[in-house]
């Protein structure tokens, strides 16, 4: 009987050992979904994980960042993020998930702005009727930066200096705005719908 408590007791001890090296090895702050979407500002990244979130923000650049994959012109797999920017809370409150994206006078066909000389938008630009059409298909045609290549997926960065309003473009770190609005879609099956997981909205509060 001693023999057996003993045996039960070493197995118990291996078992312990083997579940506390595993946590060391593989810690719950490394693993990756690929519908997080962050906002960097300053060097650090803010996990956005509601549909709806507001934040505050300094007056000055900041970045949403997001997995997606790559955009491929050959294969017609056009993966992008669609990003548009309000003054009006009332904007954002008729998508909801589970409509189709050509509902949305701001997301539908033919609604994506053209970007800079550069490739670029150079500017986030508030417009209720269109938006950011934000790819990356290759160092020389993208439209975001690239932060990681995972392989099937890329960590991607929209960066917002200069805000485009009303004709006018102000730095961000000079804008006298008090909060604005950002809805964010991001289609992974393409299948033209909002689904759970592809859309966030977001206040963003500027710190006076």
Do not use: W
């Amino acid at each position: 009987m001693k023999s057996i408590k003993m045996t039960f007791f070493i197995l118990m001890g291996i078992i312990l050992i083997y579940s506390c090296n595993s946590t060391k090895l593989r810690p719950k702050e490394l693993a990756i979904s690929y519908d997080d979407i962050y906002l960097f500002q300053n060097g650090k990244e803010t996990l956005i994980n509601n549909v709806m979130q507001e934040l505050e923000i300094k007056r000055d650049k900041f970045a949403i960042r997001f997995y997606n994959k790559r955009y491929d012109s050959d294969g017609k797999k056009f993966h992008s993020a669609k990003i548009s920017a309000f003054l009006d809370k009332t904007d954002l409150d008729n998508i909801k998930i589970g409509m189709a994206e050509s509902e949305l006078p701001y997301f539908s066909p033919g609604t994506g702005m053209a970007s800079s000389q550069s490739g670029k938008y150079e500017n986030l630009i508030f417009k209720k009727n269109a938006h950011h059409y934000l790819i990356y298909e290759n160092s020389e045609s993208k439209r975001l930066n690239l932060v990681d290549d995972l392989g099937e997926y890329l960590k991607l960065e929209f960066e917002v200096s200069n805000l485009f309003i009303n004709g006018e473009i102000e730095k961000m770190s000079e804008t006298e705005l008090k909060e604005f609005y950002l809805v964010i879609l991001i289609d992974k099956n393409l299948n033209e719908v909002i689904d759970k997981g592809e859309l966030n909205k977001l206040l963003l509060k500027i710190k006076s």
